[in-house]
């Protein structure tokens, strides 16, 4: 006979025994000494944080023989022992995702009116009820409402928004939460001791945060790990098990962004991959991290769950990262994991976002710009000393720009900027941005002109209501990005409708429309002008 699943030997048998949802418990315990028991319940919350295990607890405590209410359900009398054997006929497990027809609800509807065979109660569980049709819900809808006396209902679901109103209003709702990491670590630390496995805390530690909250699956986790009892299982094995990335690595990529040095991360990112990590879990780590690090710099350090020396490292790191490269590299590293990281390239979307996230220029160029910028202003302090006329003073002075272009001859475009330079280069500002990624923006950039240039504001114009969806926060970080790139300084971006933009009054002649009255006779008059008369 195959082994049982730790997750199946080590299922809660008690209210006790369920970890991180004491404010479910609680009210269901004080529900069953009090004698409130309700007909219908709805249990709501992610997957592996038990909604099913506590269902079947409330089945076994309605039904247990214990005399003491505040003792149930006690596992000892015949309709516990029934229920954890899974023989006890009066509990009816439904997965709706399997009966999701209107037919299997008409025959449990059938079927409840009959009386229990062998408890005070019939208990319907109806795991994830959201996979019920509409014609289903409207079937169940008149049993909750008017249930014979001896029935409980309990509906299980992943996902609430699925559930009609009018069946989550004949319900008691429970919401389960996402356990925290060390509750489930020491849960895990629990079942280790009492199965005789030699397994390091840390390790418990990264077996429960890539549980994400869900008991089960860090249950499973274990299990998946534990592959010779006799083995001690470290941290390092661990990663190798479930292919992470080690914390080295995860560290090394943040001072990387940090630096913004682009060759190093992309290395750490390849090193990793080759090494065996999963890009996926790769790029939760490093999300993890930079969530970490959000916490630490706008609110502070304690709120990170880990030891103090991780949290001085996450000060450390805080202070040389800008809130702005913080949350860029949150957003892109946060969509590269939507993304498909399965392909026959997966560490393709991690690079992505890493250079994503560092200024457009590039980490290089960036790094190379500042000794320029800070070399620039050495020739003026001899000055003051070879000074000794007036003619002399210029000398000094017109010697940098000579050569700082032979270095890097961007800085002195952004100084020139004009409105006509940016009108001809805007076709490449369109081109940069279709480069950033899939994004309806590139596509309503069509659609839209320079209008005007006041100081380092870029005024575009559209006659549609592009206007509204290009001012999203979104929108204009993808075409400010876009412009520093290509001129070389920070431009800010505002999108206005040109036929709304008050102080405008000109018409544009290249408009077919406009073209065509002109070429009919039409007179342009611009309402509200001095020649309104016209």
């Not at 439904?94 to 409840?112: F, W, Y």
């Not at 994830?128 to 049993?143: I, M, S, Y």
């Not at 457009?360 to 020739?379: D, F, I, L, T, Y």
């Not at 940069?432 to 504001?457: F, K, N, T, W």
């Amino acid at each position: 006979m195959p082994e049982q699943a730790l997750y199946l030997a080590w299922r809660p048998m008690r209210f006790e025994d369920v970890i991180g949802q004491e404010h479910i418990t609680r009210t269901l315990r004080n529900s069953l000494k009090s004698g409130r028991v309700r007909h219908a319940y709805l249990f709501s919350g992610p997957r592996g944080t038990g909604k099913t295990t506590t269902a079947r607890l409330l089945a076994k405590a309605v039904n247990c023989a214990d005399a003491d209410p505040g003792q149930r359900p006690c596992n000892s009398c015949a309709a516990c022992r029934a229920v954890n054997e899974g023989r006890y006929l009066d509990l009816i497990e439904i997965d709706a995702a399997t009966h999701t027809g209107v037919d299997d609800v008409r025959d449990l509807r059938d079927k409840v009116a009959f009386a229990p065979g062998e408890g005070n109660y019939k208990v319907y569980i109806i795991d994830e009820v959201h996979r019920f049709t509409g014609n289903a819900f409207d079937a169940l809808l008149k049993t909750l409402e008017e249930p014979p006396p001896h029935a409980v209902f309990v509906l299980a679901t992943t996902e609430i928004d699925k559930v009609p109103a009018t069946i989550r209003s004949r319900c008691l709702p429970f919401e389960f939460r996402r356990v925290a990491v060390q509750a489930v670590a020491d849960h895990l630390q629990s079942i280790a001791d009492a199965e005789n496995l030699r397994v390091e805390r840390p390790a418990l530690e990264l077996i429960a945060r890539q549980g994400t909250g869900s008991v089960r699956d860090s249950i499973s986790l274990l299990d998946q790990i534990v592959t010779n009892p006799d083995e001690k299982i470290s941290l390092e094995l661990a990663q190798d098990v479930l292919g992470t990335a080690s914390s080295e690595a995860v560290r090394a990529l943040l001072d990387a962004l940090v630096a913004q040095d682009a060759a190093t991360g992309l290395d750490i990112i390849n090193r990793a991959v080759d090494a065996g990590s999963d890009p996926r879990q790769f790029g939760q780590q490093i999300v993890e991290q930079l969530r970490n690090l959000l916490l630490t710099q706008t609110a502070s350090a304690d709120l990170v769950v880990g030891t103090e020396e991780e949290r001085q490292r996450y000060r450390t790191q805080a202070e040389g990262l800008s809130p702005a490269l913080l949350l860029r590299a949150l957003r892109k590293f946060n969509e590269a994991l939507a993304d498909d990281l399965g392909s026959w390239q997966p560490q393709l979307t991690l690079e992505l976002a890493l250079v994503e996230s560092l200024p457009v220029a590039g980490a290089k160029a960036a790094m190379a710009a500042e000794p320029v910028a800070q070399a620039a202003p050495a020739p003026e302090s001899p000055a003051p000393a070879a000074a000794t006329s007036p003619p002399a003073r210029p000398e000094p002075e017109s010697g940098p720009p000579t050569e700082a272009p032979a270095e890097v001859p961007a800085p002195s475009a952004p100084e020139t900027l004009t409105l006509e330079q940016l009108r001809e280069r805007w076709d490449n500002v369109r081109q940069a941005v279709e480069q950033q990624g899939r994004s309806y923006v590139p596509a309503m950039l069509e659609h839209v002109q320079v209008h005007d240039l006041r100081g380092d504001l870029v005024i575009l114009g559209t006659r549609r209501n592009f206007h509204v969806r290009l001012n999203t926060p979104d929108a204009r970080e993808k075409l400010e990005q876009a412009l520093e790139g290509l001129f070389g300084r920070p431009l800010r971006v505002r999108v206005q409708s040109i036929e709304t933009d008050p102080g405008d009054g000109q018409i544009d002649p290249d408009d077919p429309l406009v073209a065509s009255a002109l070429a009919m006779g039409a007179r342009v008059s611009v309402q509200g002008s001095a020649e309104k008369g016209d």
